[in-house]
Structures are given as structure tokens and as C-alpha cells.
């Protein structure tokens, strides 16, 4: 019983259930692959088969179609050399050479991806194995590899095709709480309320960047996984996958002006020369529109956020904005270095806001 509970415990973490499907998957492929060559065709050399199928079972459905057919045209590419190179040479030592040597390089015909290998593989087989001039011999490796793909293929898309869904949620919604949090620690900074973090803000945005690169990828997979995908919920994590899509496409475009809002956020709260503190209403200006744009990149990325929140936090950072700007244009007692603050955390105010607002179908619901 204490085995099952551990691994009960082992595959409950989704990364973890994922692999140990795939695991049986290759399995059952490999078994299923063997009967049929064996049992049912007959075939020569029957360990083509389940060779073949376990390589199918890739991480998406659509790449396992993908390495089906690069492995199919490898495998005849090489089967064509090792005939060529059977009737052309007389020895199987020079004709291990001149196979392996041509072989790499069709091999590297980049419609081949990484199967470009198994076309020396194959030749090279063939040509020490003694077979490169019997076409009958030839011919039963193409249908081994197909056998093989096929029975791999089918395996990985109708035995529970993987989907990767809550990796897309964990990190995307990550990276939103972080650039929210992060932003909105700048009003209370500005207000002189804060807890004196801003010097650690540079190294905190380069960690957003790092988690934005990993929420796109996360997100591609959750794209291609869902592509040929027969489940039911692929429907559902490819409209999933739009949504988590477009916000963080917008976060990511808007974080350069983000960081420099930071950037200008720490000057301004300890400025050096030639750089003044802002005067009380243009830093008050400033908090609000920041503490709004903070607001957006919230309900942008929460999983529970509605549009009309997120509409109206976009109107709100915008009203924010512009009296950001009357108050920086019409404050009078402003010296050369506060006008220089102001216009540094200024400037990126709007491209920001911009970015992160885009089009109603840049959100997550």
C-alpha cells in the first residue's frame, strides 16, 4: 500500500502523470508494433517495428506525425542509397564508406529534422548486412518503419494525446502576478510609503523578461499540442491558448517600456544630479496612473477576471494618464532636474499602456 501511495503522489504533479503516460504509451506501442509484424505480416526482421513505434511517441500529437514522416523518408532515402550503393560497388568495405558518406550528407536535408541520421543508418545496414541488392529485402524495411509509425502514431493519438494545459496556466498566470506586483510597488516608493526595494527593481524586471520567455513558450505548447489532438478538450485549451496568447504577446511588448518606468521610478526616489525629486503632485499624478497600469496587467492575466474588469481598469489607466500629463505640463514651481524626472518617468507611460491595452481580444478571462 505504501507503494501506491507514493506513487500515487509521484504522478500527481502534471509534468510527472505526463511522462508516465507517455511511458506506457511507448510501451503499448512497442507490444502492438511487435504483434503485427510478427503475428499478423510476418515481416523478416520484425524489430523495425517496435523500434520505429516507440519513437513516435513524441510530446504533441502533430510532431509525432511530423517525425512519422521524416523517419519514413530517412528510411527510404537510406534503403534507395544502400541500393544504389549495392549495385554500383562489389565491396561492402568501400561500400560501408561511400553509404555512410552520402548518407550524412542527405541527411542533413533539413525536411528531415533530426531523423537526417537514419538515412547512413539505414544505408549502412543494409550494405553489411548483405541485403542492398535484394529489392524484396529492401522493400520489407520500408514497411517495417511504416508498420512501426503507424502503429506509434495511432497509439499517441487516440490513448490519451498529451495536453499541455496547466503548464500554459501556472506559468502565465505567474508572470502576471509578478509584473503586477512589481509595478505596484512603485506608488507607495513615489509616496514615500514604501519598503525601500527600489534599488532591487532592475534585477526583478530581468526576471519578468525571463518568465514572459517562458510563458510564450509554455503557451506554443499548449498550441501545438492541442493541433490534431482528439480529445475533448483540445477545443478548449486552443481557445485557452489565444487568450493566454495575446496577453502575455502584449505584456512582453509592453515590458521594455514597463522596466523604463522603473528605471525612471528609482531616479526619481533617489535622484542623483542632474535628476531632482518630483514635486508632490506630479509624484502623486504619477503613483496613480502606475497603481492603474498595475491594475491592468492584473485583470489582463487573472484566470477568474472578466473583460468588463479589464475594460474598465483600461479606462481608468488612461483617465490616470492624462491627468499625469496636465499635471506635469501645468505645474509651475517644477526645477530643470524635477522636469527631467517627470519627462523620464513620463515617456513611457503611454506606449506602455498602449501595448498592454491593444485589441478586446488581448485578455484572459
Not at 507514493?6 to 508516465?20: C, E, F, H, K, M
Not at 515481416?43 to 523500434?51: E, R, V
Not at 528605471?263 to 497603481?291: K, N, S, Y
Not at 530643470?336 to 485578455?363: E, F, I, K, Y
Request: net charge neutral; proline share 5%.
Amino acid at each position: 500500500m505504501r507503494v501506491f501511495r507514493r506513487l500515487r503522489t509521484w504522478t500527481s504533479d502534471a509534468d510527472r502523470g505526463t511522462v508516465l503516460i507517455q511511458a506506457v504509451k511507448a510501451a503499448t506501442a512497442a507490444v502492438l508494433a511487435w504483434v503485427l509484424a510478427t503475428m499478423v505480416f510476418a515481416l523478416p526482421q520484425p524489430f523495425l517495428a517496435p523500434y520505429a513505434a516507440v519513437f513516435m511517441i513524441e510530446a504533441t500529437v502533430s510532431r509525432s506525425l511530423r517525425v512519422a514522416a521524416e523517419q519514413l523518408a530517412a528510411v527510404s532515402l537510406g534503403v534507395v542509397l544502400a541500393a544504389a550503393v549495392g549495385a554500383l560497388v562489389d565491396s561492402i568495405t568501400v561500400g560501408v564508406g561511400i553509404a555512410v558518406l552520402v548518407g550524412l550528407l542527405l541527411g542533413r536535408w533539413r525536411r528531415l529534422g533530426s531523423s537526417g541520421i537514419w538515412v547512413a543508418v539505414t544505408a549502412l545496414l543494409m550494405v553489411t548486412y548483405g541485403a542492398a541488392e535484394d529489392p524484396d529485402v529492401l522493400g520489407f524495411r520500408i514497411v517495417e518503419i511504416a508498420l512501426g509509425a503507424a502503429t506509434g502514431v495511432a497509439v499517441n493519438a487516440l490513448f490519451l494525446p498529451p495536453l499541455y494545459v496547466k503548464r500554459s496556466q501556472r506559468a502565465v498566470t505567474g508572470v502576471g502576478v509578478t509584473a503586477a506586483n512589481l509595478l505596484a510597488e512603485v506608488p507607495e516608493e513615489l509616496k514615500g510609503g514604501g519598503s525601500g526595494r527600489a534599488a532591487e527593481w532592475n534585477e526583478r524586471s530581468a526576471q519578468v523578461r525571463s518568465q514572459l520567455d517562458e510563458a510564450l513558450e509554455a503557451v506554443a505548447w499548449t498550441e501545438e499540442s492541442a493541433r490534431g489532438n482528439l480529445r475533448s478538450a483540445a477545443s478548449p485549451a486552443l481557445a485557452a491558448k489565444e487568450r493566454w496568447g495575446s496577453a502575455v504577446v502584449a505584456l512582453s511588448e509592453a515590458w521594455p517600456q514597463c522596466a523604463e518606468i522603473l528605471r525612471a521610478a528609482e531616479l526619481t526616489i533617489d535622484p542623483h544630479p542632474p535628476f531632482d525629486p518630483l514635486p508632490p503632485p506630479i509624484g502623486t499624478a504619477a503613483a496613480e496612473f502606475v497603481q492603474a497600469l498595475a491594475e491592468v496587467i492584473r485583470t489582463s492575466f487573472g484566470v477568474d477576471a472578466e473583460h468588463r474588469d479589464r475594460a474598465a481598469a483600461v479606462r481608468t489607466a488612461r483617465q490616470r494618464l492624462r491627468r499625469f500629463e496636465e499635471v506635469v505640463a501645468r505645474h509651475d514651481s517644477q526645477t530643470t532636474g524635477s522636469s527631467m524626472s517627470a519627462g523620464s518617468l513620463l515617456r513611457p507611460c503611454g506606449p506602455a499602456l498602449n501595448s498592454l491595452a491593444g485589441g478586446d481580444d488581448q485578455r484572459v478571462r
